[in-house]
């Protein structure tokens, strides 16, 4: 399989990796996420050639994470902010931050604080299960197939020809 097939796959994390999996997309969105917004901030804070950033913000664009929003009165200069879909990806970026921190810090501890506006306190991020509030475990967890793999892989016709036969 080629790499640019993998969001053909019926799986969540292939296809989410085909958007936002090289290192250049997942940095324009935490920058995007630490403000900034315009094209040669991106370019300056993050050292990337102006070809690369481009196509970037395009497929970001067109992927619906960010939007462009004009910002001189002649439209002819934009920035770029997070549409919903892009908010949705900060519990991803919190997560890599989370690993990073634990893993990556060389030593030196964490290189930024996250504070909870509501309450003030620093925090860590932790993934908890929707239905009973407790903190999920990989080893408490178990995966099963879903309507979307069934139906991309052509299965949930097949199971219900099966159950009927049964039936008859």
């Not at 407790?134 to 199971?159: C, D, H, I, W």
């Amino acid at each position: 399989m080629k790499i640019s097939d993998i969001g053909n796959q019926p799986c969540s994390i292939a296809r989410t990796l085909s958007v936002i999996g090289d290192t250049w997309s997942i940095m324009i969105i935490r920058n995007a996420f630490l403000g900034i917004r315009r094209f040669e901030d991106f370019q300056k804070n993050l050292g990337i050639t102006r070809h690369v950033l481009t196509d970037r913000l395009n497929t970001l664009v067109e992927e619906q994470i960010l939007y462009k929003a004009p910002y001189t009165e002649s439209q002819k200069r934009f920035e770029y902010r997070l549409t919903p879909k892009g908010l949705d990806l900060y519990p991803v970026l919190l997560s890599l931050v989370k690993w990073g921190d634990q893993y990556m810090d060389q030593g030196l501890g964490a290189p930024l604080d996250f504070i909870h506006q509501s309450c003030g306190h620093r925090f860590e991020a932790v993934m908890v299960c929707s239905a009973c509030k407790l903190p999920l475990n990989p080893k408490q967890v178990t995966v099963k197939m879903g309507q979307g793999f069934r139906l991309a892989q052509g299965l949930e016709n097949s199971e219900q020809k099966q159950s009927e036969l049964k039936q008859a």
